[in-house]
Nanobody
Framework: QVQLVESGGGLVQPGGSLKLSCEAS????????MGWYRQTPGKERDLVAT???????TYADSVKGRFTISVDNIKKMVDLQMNRLTVEDTAVYYC?????????WGEGIQVTVSS
């Protein structure tokens, strides 16, 4: 029913920037929440940032002031601009879609912050 396509991961130095994108296709409800979670080995998957179809964002305290999430409600695409990255941001990032009915997850994309 729904496919999530992620892009934009990679390797960056501390203090640098990356942008993640996720585009949803298929049968998307009028009301939805999209965003990003992240996970490192041995830890639970944690919220990074989400945004509603209407543009209302939610951020984890650890990324407030550094990350910015935005939504294109026509393309059903979310962008996550990540600035001033630190080694603590290294993780596999997963795109997320919540709507009436089942939740959907992307396959995950690696972000590595290292000098």
């Amino acid at each position: 029913q729904v496919q999530l396509v992620e892009s934009g991961g990679g390797l960056v130095q501390p203090g640098g920037s990356l942008k993640l994108s996720c585009e949803a296709s298929g049968s998307i409800h009028t009301l939805y929440v999209m965003g990003w979670y992240r996970q490192t080995p041995g830890k639970e998957r944690d919220l990074v940032a989400t945004i509603t179809n209407g543009g209302t964002p939610t951020y984890a305290d650890s990324v407030k002031g550094r990350f910015t999430i935005s939504v294109d409600n026509i393309k059903k695409m979310v962008d996550l601009q990540m600035n001033r990255l630190t080694v603590e941001d290294t993780a596999v990032y997963y795109c997320y879609l919540r709507q009436p009915g089942p939740e959907y997850w992307g396959e995950g994309i690696q972000v590595t912050v290292s000098s």
